[in-house]
Every structure is written in structure tokens, then in C-alpha cells.
């Protein structure tokens, strides 16, 4: 079966120092890959999505970049956090190939302080 | 501009009536529609799903309705328990992409 792993749980930061969230995907090949956002009082917003290695979509012009170094890998970085990049954030995947719905991963509390 | 709209931000319901959260879409190019659950700290989970073609989609407690005209979604929890209370967002896409546009969310809280 397949499953997402995302890490860490928790992250408290400061103000201008990098990020690195990563996100697999387990039991599955060539799988969409995406990050979302969850910041207060908002709903979920898509930062990027990958349907490839090294095929990066951006929706959002941010701080944070992306990168996709390994079929079911997925990055997410920022070279200095701002205190607006404060939020849950949340790696899902869905089968390649066709319209199906994401499988999401148990989320990032990052606080930027 | 927010393609997908959840206006209730809240909801509460006593324990064994009926939830009914509601979504709007703006894209008429929008043709499959997801439902997911999510409590505080964890993922969101899937919930039920319903395309273009169908109007209706039932699964168990679960059912959405769907409105194509009024561009118009709905999900109806019967009967509501108290583990329903969660975070509800709906989410929508359209064949050719890749991602789902979600709603801000309604908070629903269900009253034992």
C-alpha cells in the first residue's frame, strides 16, 4: 500500500534562517506531488506541485522554492524564513494520469519567530 | 480571487441531526469535486468525491449534492455524531490539471 511520510512535525525558526521539509511517497512510481499551505484563518493554499523529477509548478510567487531530486521526494525551502511564511504545511500526493484526489501527509507546524 | 468559497466558517449541530455544509465555485470549467475532513494538527482526510455528470453521491452518512447551475456543492452528514467534528473543506479541479483548488474551510462542531 502506499503511504506519505512528512517531517518534521514541528519546526520553530527564526527570522531569516533557511527551511527544509521533506516529503516521500512509498508503494507508488511517477506519483503528482504537491505542497500546500494552511496559514490562520485561511484554507489551503497550493504553494507547488510536481508531476515529474525535476518538474516544479509554482502557483504562488513566495519565499519558498521547491524541488523534486527523486521520483517520490519532494522539497520544500527557503533560503531566509520571513515571519509570513508561519503556517501547517502539508505534502499530498495523487496517482498520475488522470483527475484523483490527493492523499495528504500529517503536516508541518512551522513558526517563524 | 477565491475560485472556491465555503461562507459558513462554522456549524453547530446537536448530536443525531443532520450537517449540512455548503461550497461555491466561480469556474464553470470545474468538473470533479472532492470532500475532505480534517482534524486540528493532522492531515486532511478523504471524505467522498462527485463529477460533473453525476448530481448526487452517497457514502453511508456521507452525501453530496451537487448544483451545476448555480455552481453550487453541498455535503450532508445523517446522522451528525460528535467525531464529525472537524474541519471541512471541499475542493475543486478540472480534467487537463493537475491540482485541486480548496475552500477556506467550515469548522463544524457537533453538540452530544
Known amino acids: 500500500s502506499q503511504t506519505i511520510h512528512q517531517w518534521p512535525a514541528t519546526l520553530v525558526q527564526p527570522v531569516g534562517s533557511p527551511l527544509s521539509l521533506e516529503c516521500t511517497v512509498e508503494g507508488t512510481s511517477n506519483p503528482n506531488l504537491y505542497w500546500y499551505r494552511q496559514a490562520a484563518g485561511r484554507g489551503l493554499q497550493l504553494l507547488f506541485y510536481s508531476v515529474g523529477i525535476g518538474q516544479i509548478s509554482s502557483e504562488v510567487p513566495q519565499n519558498l522554492s521547491a524541488s523534486r531530486p527523486q521520483d517520490r521526494q519532494f522539497i520544500l525551502s527557503s533560503k531566509k524564513l520571513l515571519l509570513s511564511d508561519s503556517g501547517f504545511y502539508l505534502c499530498?500526493?495523487?496517482?498520475?494520469?488522470?483527475?484523483?484526489?490527493?492523499?495528504f501527509g500529517s503536516g508541518t507546524r512551522l513558526t517563524v519567530v | 480571487d477565491q475560485q472556491v468559497k465555503q461562507n459558513s466558517p462554522s456549524l453547530s449541530v446537536q448530536e443525531g441531526r443532520i450537517s449540512i455544509l455548503n461550497c461555491d465555485y466561480t469556474?464553470?470549467?470545474?468538473?470533479?469535486f472532492l470532500w475532505y475532513k480534517k482534524y486540528p494538527a493532522e492531515g486532511p482526510t478523504f471524505l467522498i468525491s462527485?463529477?460533473?455528470?453525476?448530481d448526487k453521491n452517497e457514502d453511508g452518512r456521507f452525501t453530496v449534492f451537487l448544483n451545476k447551475s448555480a455552481k453550487h456543492l453541498s455535503l450532508h452528514i445523517v446522522p451528525s455524531q460528535p467525531g464529525d467534528s472537524a474541519v471541512y473543506f471541499c475542493a475543486a479541479s478540472h480534467s487537463g490539471t493537475y491540482k485541486y483548488i480548496f475552500g477556506t474551510g467550515t469548522r463544524l462542531k457537533v453538540l452530544a
Open positions: 462527485i463529477s460533473s455528470i453525476k
Open positions: 499530498a500526493w495523487s496517482p498520475s494520469g488522470g483527475l484523483f484526489g490527493y492523499t
Open positions: 469556474n464553470s470549467m470545474f468538473d470533479y
